[in-house]
Nanobody
Framework: QVQLVESGGGLVQPGGSLRLSCVVSGSFFPILSMGWYRQAPGKLRELVAGITNGGRTNYADSIKGRFTISRDNAKNAVYLQMNSLKPGNAAVYYC???????????WGQGTHVTVSS
């Protein structure tokens, strides 16, 4: 049974930073391409950033230059460093393994990010 456990969310003021973490268990993590997704209230879940098993990254246009995705295969973990946060970045953030446009596993509980003064 694969488990995805996200953490690191919280309340931050506009312009602030957060670092999200996701630990994957039950799968051979180094071969996975991973992505960070988010879902804001009333909106569909969307891909924010992805990283291949070789370390190649891609980002949604709206967060380019502010967010950085990284991974640590020794820790079975993927991270999302979020800087210069805006109120529009508020959402529940999830990680998952990518398979083209699909995801491989059931979603975890996610981690809530609130951006407010």
């Amino acid at each position: 049974q694969v488990q995805l456990v996200e953490s690191g969310g919280g309340l931050v003021q506009p312009g602030g930073s957060l670092r999200l973490s996701c630990v994957v268990s039950g799968s051979f993590f180094p071969i996975l391409s991973m992505g960070w997704y988010r879902q804001a209230p009333g909106k569909l879940r969307e891909l924010v950033a992805g990283i291949t098993n070789g370390g190649r990254t891609n980002y949604a246009d709206s967060i380019k230059g502010r967010f950085t995705i990284s991974r640590d295969n020794a820790k079975n973990a993927v991270y999302l460093q979020m800087n210069s946060l805006k109120p529009g970045n508020a959402a529940v953030y999830y990680c998952n393994a990518q398979n083209g446009y699909n995801v491989l596993y059931s979603w975890g509980q996610g981690t809530h990010v609130t951006v407010s003064s």
